[in-house]
């Protein structure tokens, strides 16, 4: 059975950090590239993140160049998104998937002072 469980959302202050996983089972999940999307309300879903299935590229939406980083640990099955300098814009629930042919449930973030 496929899973990808996302983990790490939370409340955080402006310009604070929190650090986003996503463990994934039921598949060769390093054989997939890996990317972290996010829907704010009343918003269409949108890419923040990619990463190759050998982590040797990387690629951001504008909004989070600088700010956020996209990584993986294939022994590990788990991508993560550092997420730093975070902005109440940033407010949205954060999917990642694999291939965009899997799909975790979701984590909230909120940034909110």
């Known amino acids: 059975q496929v899973q990808l469980v996302e983990s790490g959302g939370g409340l955080v202050q402006p310009g604070g950090s929190l650090r986003l996983s996503c463990a994934a089972s039921?598949?060769?999940?390093?054989?997939?590239?890996m990317y972290w999307y996010r829907q704010a309300p009343g918003k269409e879903r949108e890419l923040v993140a990619a990463?190759?299935?050998?982590?040797?590229?990387?690629t951001y939406a504008e909004s989070v160049k600088g700010r956020f980083t996209i990584s993986r640990d294939n022994a590990k099955n788990t991508v993560y998104l550092q997420m730093n300098s975070l902005k109440p814009e940033d407010t949205a629930v954060y999917y990642c998937?694999?291939?965009?042919?899997?799909w975790g449930q979701g984590t909230q973030v909120t940034v909110s002072s």
């Open positions: 039921g598949f060769t999940f390093s054989s997939y590239y």
């Open positions: 990463v190759t299935s050998s982590n040797s590229r990387t």
């Open positions: 998937t694999a291939d965009r042919r899997y």
